[in-house]
């Protein structure tokens, strides 16, 4: 029983370079999501979605895209990485209802140089 | 605006010298409180929420409880393997699935 997976680990980019890292659940949640884990600060959403076919926005979505592909998969993506964008991310997924726990990944380390 | 504050920032702890960690959150309404695990180069892992105050649940050597304004994790007997680092999460009654995560509390017992 995998829960959420999250591909690549690590990653380094340069500046200006695209890349999406992926995330699968095995859970048959509806609902996932995307956040970022920076230090000193809690993690932030960047975008969700509450069923498949829907994203919405989160707190910090600025030089991010999404797209939820099926049921089972959310990704993300950076069209042009900026060093401020390093971070690590996390990906999480929820049963319906909002106030269900969410469950997360093992998160991306990225760094952009 | 709604904030989550948790303190302290961090804690050393003897092996068997209980101890509390606090998370006080300022939100319109509240829908849930969330408190998470989460080791080093890992995912924060799900233990307890609160829905009301009062509430009071419990884990092994952890029990959380609720307030209006603040959650305590009570943290009793720890071992070394409670080292990790404890984060809580406040949901809105008016959010769209967001929650608001505060900064952490990092944990260290010591043998």
């Known amino acids: 029983n995998a829960g959420v997976t999250q591909t690549p680990k690590f990653q380094v980019l340069k500046t200006g370079q695209s890349m999406t890292l992926q995330c699968a659940q095995d859970m048959n949640h509806n609902s996932m999501y995307w956040y970022r884990q920076d230090p000193g600060m809690g993690l932030r959403l960047i975008y969700y979605?509450?069923?498949?076919?829907?994203?919405d926005k989160g707190e910090v979505p600025n030089g991010y895209n999404v797209s939820r592909l099926n049921k089972r998969e959310f990704s993300l993506r950076l069209e042009s990485a900026a060093p401020s964008q390093t971070s690590v991310y996390f990906c999480?997924?929820?049963?319906?209802?909002?106030?269900?726990?969410?469950?997360f990944g093992d998160g991306t380390r990225l760094s952009i140089l | 605006e709604d904030q989550v504050t948790q303190s302290p920032e961090a804690l050393r702890l003897q092996e068997g010298e209980s101890s509390s960690l606090n998370c006080s959150y300022t939100v319109s309404g509240l829908r849930g409180l969330f408190w998470y695990r989460q080791d080093p180069g890992k995912g924060p892992e799900f233990l307890f929420t609160?829905?009301?105050a009062g509430e009071e649940k419990e884990k092994e050597r952890l029990k959380a409880t609720l307030t209006k304004k603040e959650s305590f994790l009570h943290i009793t007997a720890p071992k070394p393997e409670d080292s990790a680092t404890y984060l809580c999460?406040?949901?809105?009654?008016?959010?769209?699935?967001?929650?608001?995560f505060g900064s952490g509390t990092r944990l260290l017992v010591r043998p």
């Open positions: 609160l829905y009301s």
């Open positions: 999480a997924s929820s049963e319906t209802g909002r106030e269900r726990p969410q469950h």
């Open positions: 979605s509450a069923s498949e076919g829907t994203t």
């Open positions: 999460a406040v949901q809105a009654l008016d959010s769209s699935y967001k929650l608001i």
